[in-house]
């Protein structure tokens, strides 16, 4: 199948070609025939399987048929993401294709002072994408007008309300039309996300490529057993192995991201972190930095890694595993990506055990494991860890139960004391 053939408008069609992209995604085949027919969607797949064009190229298509003249448009169509990169990221493919049909874009993000995008949004944008955050600071300003808006997308819906967007989702929602088309991607289906396509959008066709807790095929997943303490040392003799391959490295906090590159920095290690603390041109640099191969090496959190699109990533390590599982596959998913191949390690201590087992329930496989040395890690061992883990939380309850006792014990006889003072006292007067 060729995009020709979805009925999208010629200018389209020609940008596809220039970009030399001939054969849609899976996604975009069952995607683009239903928003072409304006009707609401529910699209779930991974991350890296081309999301973005599949609501991109057949809403341009439907914008292309509407007026638009004039300096100061108003604003169709509304696209909300999790993270200023991924807001970004749509961005740049939309400016793209949006010139090939003289329509207009505007990206609104935190970390930029709110004052420049007042300059942009004056001008007039046929499209807006933005975070749901900074476009709920210009709705309280005034200075972005949502009620002529005909479509919403709601892309890595999952991850926004992971972090606690949904009320300002809805309240975003509630001032657009309630006739406008919405459409929802995400990897994941959860209660949450279906209160949300009950409450605003219209029998919702949904689509799914894929199951979203199967991790792509062609990464080589393997686990790397060892305490807290021999991570950082593990993780640096990984990086300058990898002979300037784009290493990516995922950690539970923006605190521990810092720590590592500080650490590692001082020892030689050219690596970088791009995390919700650092400022939009820092988190730019970064990433522009780590995409053109002068810092291979990046740290990132869940979060921040949203938007995280560059190719040629040959490797993922999980510093830290993650506390939900799901968020497993889509961290590995940065690898592998458009077809290629890539390897994904995990560091796990006795404390993170209950993590991998988790993980390892919902992809259905057992991940290899090694010790630090590269000799395998046989199950033995791992009960073995999981009985010591056990035991160690038995004289943790068993340290504190007895420092408990002692301290009720203190307590008492101070009270004794105290009471048969003031007894002492009271005979006295």
């Known amino acids: 199948m060729e995009f020709k053939s979805f009925g999208l408008i010629t200018p389209l069609v020609k940008a596809l070609d220039k970009k030399g992209f001939n054969a849609p995604t899976p996604i975009q085949v069952k995607s683009i025939p239903i928003i072409l027919k304006r009707r609401d969607l529910i699209g779930l797949a991974q991350t890296g399987t ?37 807001a970004l990221q749509i961005g740049e493919v939309a400016k793209f294709f949006a010139s090939f049909a003289n329509l207009k874009t505007c990206v609104v993000v935190g970390g930029v002072p709110i004052a420049r995008q ?36 709601l892309d890595e819906a999952d991850q926004m309300l992971d972090i606690g967007f949904l009320p300002s989702i809805k309240r975003i929602l509630t001032v657009t039309p309630k006739d406008r088309q919405t459409l929802l991607f995400s990897a994941t289906m959860s209660d949450q996300i279906k209160d949300l396509t009950t409450n605003f959008m219209k029998e919702p066709v949904e689509v799914g490529v894929s199951v979203a807790s199967k991790p792509i095929e062609k990464i080589k997943q393997k686990i790397i057993m060892l305490d807290r303490l021999h991570k950082k040392d593990a993780l640096k003799k990984i990086i300058t192995n990898s002979s300037g391959s784009r290493v990516l490295v995922f950690v539970r906090t923006k605190h521990g991201a810092d720590k590592i590159v500080k650490n590692l920095s001082k020892e030689g290690v050219n690596i970088d972190t791009i995390h919700g603390n650092k400022s939009q041109n820092q988190r730019q640099k970064a990433l522009s930095n780590f995409k053109n191969g002068s810092c291979p090496a990046l740290i990132a959190t869940d979060i921040a890694a949203r938007g995280i699109d560059v190719p040629g990533v040959k490797l993922v390590v999980n510093f830290d595993l993650p506390e939900s599982p799901e968020s497993y596959v889509h961290r590995i998913g940065r690898t592998a ?11 796990c201590s006795s404390s993170e055990l209950k993590y991998l087992r ?17 000799t395998p890690f046989k199950s033995t061992n791992l009960r073995e860890s999981k009985s010591s883990e056990k035991n160690n939380a038995k004289v943790n309850n068993s340290s504190k139960q007895s420092k408990d006792s002692k301290d009720t014990r203190k307590n008492s006889i101070k009270y004794k004391r105290k009471n048969g003072a003031k007894k002492r006292k009271a005979k006295r007067f």
């Open 118 to 153: 007042f300059k942009d949004l004056r001008k007039g944008s046929d499209i807006i994408i933005g975070t749901p955050g900074r476009i709920e600071d210009h709705l309280q300003k005034t200075t972005i007008d949502l009620s002529h808006i005909e479509f919403a997308v």
């Open 337 to 347: 990506r458009a077809g290629a191949s890539g390897d994904a390690i995990s560091f």
């Open 50 to 86: 081309g999301k973005t064009a599949a609501f991109i190229l057949p809403l341009i298509s439907l914008l292309y048929e509407k007026e638009r003249v004039g300096k100061f448009r108003k604003v169709k169509m509304l696209v909300l993401a999790p993270t200023r990169e991924l």
């Open 358 to 374: 988790a993980i390892e329930k919902l992809i259905k496989s057992n991940i290899p494991a090694f010790k630090s040395d590269g």
